[in-house]
């Protein structure tokens, strides 16, 4: 199974980057690929789906408006895409955790998303916001999904203490610490450190995925491309050459690769799946 634990989706021109409208039906069409991996032509099987970030700004909307079209069409499409809750805790913690517990138990959403950079918080000071999140995300087995990649605030070493006080909260430090600086040596000596991080592989480079495979295994490697921004087939083609032979590739075993590609994902999803008493 392959699973993208990064999208973005969108009905309208959206804020803060002006970009045009990425609806669900055209993920769904993206999707479908094919895409060549392994010599097989496959599809995308399901993603992790979160507002546009500028949505996430807007005061004047509640959270449930926030991720309205996402809640929509998480709805619509159940068996393709998976509800990812994007918190600006600026917005207020309390009212926040209320909608997430609301969307786990009906909405379909399986993970939570910080975003210090765009929010403008420093995590490890920001105790206060945070702690509360982290808690909740471990009671219901979700796994939140950090950005990274952006000084200040944005740095994977900042995520070492709330990973440390936080130890049965499953953390996804995204784009391999990878924005318009690469913090992708930080990512991993931080997931070496802390066995509940995990390392999201899109806009790293191959050589350092091969860095993490090496310093973390496979286990703890996560498929998201950051699509739209990324096209979801350039974010795959990195992980598929893992297996082909050195010195381009690294021989990983294809069941490493699925492992990679959507296996790891599909284990966290299922663990966040809503039980009768959670």
Not at 1 to 28: C, Q, R, Y
Not at 50 to 73: C, I, K, M, N, W
Not at 185 to 193: F, G, L, M, N, Q
Request: aromatic fraction near 6%; include cysteine.
């Amino acid at each position: 199974m392959l699973i993208d634990g990064h999208i973005h989706i969108s009905d309208k021109t959206t804020g803060v980057w002006n970009h045009p409208p990425f609806t669900a039906e055209e993920l769904v069409r993206l999707m479908d690929g094919p895409f060549p991996i392994l010599g097989a032509g496959r599809r995308v099987d399901r993603a992790v789906v979160q507002p546009h970030s500028g949505e996430t700004l807007r005061a004047d909307q509640s959270f449930g408006e926030q991720h309205g079209y996402v809640t929509e069409v998480v709805k619509k499409y159940p068996d393709r895409l998976v509800g990812c809750f994007h918190i600006n805790p600026h917005l207020g913690v309390e009212a926040a955790l209320k909608e997430l517990k609301r969307l786990v138990q009906e909405g379909g959403y399986r993970a939570v998303k910080l975003n210090p950079s765009l929010h403008g918080y420093m995590p490890p000071r920001s105790r206060a916001l945070l702690d509360p999140i982290f808690e909740t995300a471990a009671k219901l087995r979700l796994p939140i999904i950090v950005h990274m990649g952006d000084t200040p605030f944005a740095v994977p070493v900042l995520m070492a203490p709330l990973a440390e006080a936080h130890p049965q909260t499953k953390i996804i430090l995204a784009h391999l610490g990878t924005q318009k600086v690469s913090y992708a040596d930080e990512a991993i000596y931080v997931a070496r450190k802390n066995e509940n991080i995990w390392l999201e592989t899109g806009w790293g480079p191959l050589p350092r995925i091969k860095e993490a495979v090496q310093a973390v295994g496979a286990g703890r490697l996560i498929f998201g491309s950051d699509c739209p921004i990324q096209e979801m087939g350039s974010q795959l083609r990195p992980i598929e050459v893992l297996a082909w032979k050195p010195p381009v590739g690294m021989n990983l075993p294809e069941a490493d690769v699925e492992r990679i590609m959507g296996d790891n994902m599909a284990d966290l999803l299922k663990a966040a799946e809503p039980t009768r008493n959670g």
